[in-house]
């Protein structure tokens, strides 16, 4: 009964904003972090942030994206966002919503696309 549903993805400039979101369902009291991951068709799926539900200051950020990308979530909304700051073209990727169960079990949203070019 899980289900992760991502929103916010579009076209954007380079050096402009995007927020995603990902709405959860079925996941109340059981949800032990989620986070975002990207994958370009072809390579593998990696991790952009991720947050602990439990302990939200627990964070993890590629690389990549620390300082530009804030990850968050709203509990009483089941909402998760991630604030996406001066995007780079290498930003482009589809964007997945990951929700990981306590016991380890995850669920994953469909991806949303986000491009960045001029």
């Known amino acids: 009964q899980v289900q992760l549903v991502e929103s916010g993805g579009g076209l954007v400039q380079p050096g402009g904003s995007l927020t995603l979101s990902c709405a959860t369902t079925g996941t109340r009291f059981r949800l032990s972090a989620m986070g975002w991951y990207r994958q370009v068709p072809g390579k593998e799926r990696e991790l952009v942030a991720i947050i602990s539900v439990r302990n939200e200051r627990v964070t993890n950020y590629a690389d990549s994206v620390k300082g530009r990308f804030t990850i968050s979530m709203n509990s009483a909304k089941n909402t998760m966002y991630l604030q996406m700051n001066n995007l780079k073209p290498e930003d482009t990727s589809v964007y997945y919503c990951?929700?990981?169960?306590?016991?380890?079990?995850?669920?994953w949203g469909e991806g949303t696309q986000v491009t960045v070019s001029s």
């Open positions: 990951l929700a990981r169960m306590l016991g380890d079990r995850d669920f």
